[in-house]
């Protein structure tokens, strides 16, 4: 009696496994599909420039009016001798940094201010990048009065510590001056301007179309990402899970995640040497605080 109760039960057995199959295959394949994971790619480091601006309190001489004459490049001739002076290198004259030191000035007459900020609140910085100067720093020394010279205004500017400091300034490569006459507050006296520069090309910045390259890259790899995960819903919903329909399917998306991965580590090799290019900017830009 116990056998055949047995055999009766092999026989349900059996049989729900038979009727029950497809549902049974399905379930497993549902646990047991595990498809492969869809990786992100990596950052790209920023270039930040923290840019540093020089402004010693404005320079006042209240010598009476005289037959006085000044000049741009006297000003520049004879900062550059006080330079020599300590061993320092001679700055160049930017045309840039010199459009900028004229409109400063020009503006100083016309609006009847004498200090580094103007009526609009705009500084050297703002001056210099406007007259499209790019710099890593930047330094202005201004002059209000009458002086004998040039010599003579240069060395007004050594005696005073802050405008002493952005004429010896070692990190300085470029100069820009502006020298004019004119009536302000009602005298007649010469604004000088000197803008100071150490232009952004003094390091080796990074590719910009290495740059663009991983932009349009990491653009291609979302478009991808976002078909693989479309291609994974659809795997996941197919019912039954087998037969030829779903192992094309399966075949499809592990084809095209292995070119995906592929792809990622290309974009990778492209991002280090972008991120090493970037830290070697850094330490040239930090370098010269």
Same mark, same amino acid.
């Given at each position: ?212 390259? +991983? *932009? #349009? ?10 078909? &693989? =995960?479309?291609? /994974?819903?659809? @795997? ?13 399917? +399966? *075949? #499809? ?10 792809? &990622? =580590?290309?974009? /990778?090799?492209? @991002? ?18």
């Amino acid at each position: 009696m116990k056998k055949l109760q047995i055999f009766f039960i092999i026989l349900i057995v059996l049989g729900s496994i038979f009727f029950f199959w497809n549902n049974l295959l399905d379930i497993y394949n549902q646990f047991s599909l595990n498809l492969p994971k869809i990786k992100d790619i990596g950052e790209f480091l920023p270039s930040e420039i923290e840019k540093r601006i020089l402004t010693p309190f404005p320079l006042r001489n209240e010598e009476e009016e005289s037959d006085d004459y000044l000049s741009r490049s006297g000003v520049i001739y004879w900062t550059n001798i006080q330079r020599e002076k300590y061993g320092l290198l001679p700055l160049k004259e930017n045309i840039q940094l010199n459009a900028a030191a004229d409109i400063k000035a020009e503006d100083m007459f016309e609006n009847q201010y004498f200090a580094h900020a103007s009526l609009l609140g705009e500084g050297v910085a703002d001056l210099t990048e406007k007259a499209g100067y790019e710099f890593i720093i930047i330094g202005e020394n201004l002059a209000f009065g009458n002086f004998k010279d040039d010599s003579t205004l240069v060395q007004a500017w050594m005696e005073s510590e802050g405008h002493r400091e952005n004429i010896l300034n070692t990190n300085y490569q470029e100069i820009g001056v502006a020298v004019k006459k004119g009536i302000f507050e009602g005298k007649i006296a010469w604004m000088a301007v000197q803008h100071f520069g150490l232009p952004l090309s003094a390091c080796s910045q990074p590719d910009e179309a290495l740059r663009n390259e +991983i *932009e #349009e890259n990491q653009n291609e790899v979302i478009q991808l990402q976002n078909v &693989l =995960k479309n291609l /994974e819903i659809e @795997i996941k919903n197919i019912r039954p899970r087998r037969g030829t329909s779903y192992n094309q399917k +399966i *075949e #499809e998306y592990n084809l095209l995640i292995s070119k995906y991965n592929v792809f &990622l =580590k290309e974009i /990778e090799v492209l @991002i280090n040497s972008y991120n090493s290019q970037i830290k070697l900017f850094d330490e040239c830009v930090s370098g010269v605080r």
